[in-house]
Nanobody
Framework: QLQLVESGGGLVQPGGSLRLSCAAS????????IGWFRQAPGKEREGVSC????????YYADSVKGRFTISRDNAKNTVYLQMNSLKPEDTAVYYC??????????????????WGKGTQVTVSS
């Protein structure tokens, strides 16, 4: 069974950090591009970051550029999203997704084939 599982979410104060993990089971992430998306209550889903299968190319939304870093460890079949200098507006459910067009640098949801169930990130004092 092909599955993506996010972890690492939680409650953090403004200015704090979290590292999200996206672990795959049932398939090898090497051949997939991975995207991170988030959705806050009452808002549309937003593409936050993505990384190609080789890890050679990445993308960041303007809202997170300079604060978030995406990386992958293919040996562990896991992709990470390091989030620093968190702001209350980063509060959302964060999802990872895998797309078979491993070379594509895109956060268009239609390009992704498999989705995790999400992890909640809350930034509040």
């Amino acid at each position: 069974q092909l599955q993506l599982v996010e972890s690492g979410g939680g409650l953090v104060q403004p200015g704090g950090s979290l590292r999200l993990s996206c672990a795959a089971s049932g398939f090898t992430l090497n051949y997939f591009g991975i995207g991170w998306f988030r959705q806050a209550p009452g808002k549309e889903r937003e593409g936050v970051s993505c990384i190609t299968g080789s890890g050679g190319s990445t993308y960041y939304a303007d809202s997170v550029k300079g604060r978030f870093t995406i990386s992958r460890d293919n040996a562990k079949n896991t992709v990470y999203l390091q989030m620093n200098s968190l702001k209350p507006e980063d509060t959302a459910v964060y999802y990872c997704a895998a797309g078979s067009r491993w070379f594509a640098v895109t956060v268009s949801p239609s390009e992704y084939d498999y989705w995790g169930k999400g992890t909640q990130v809350t930034v509040s004092s």
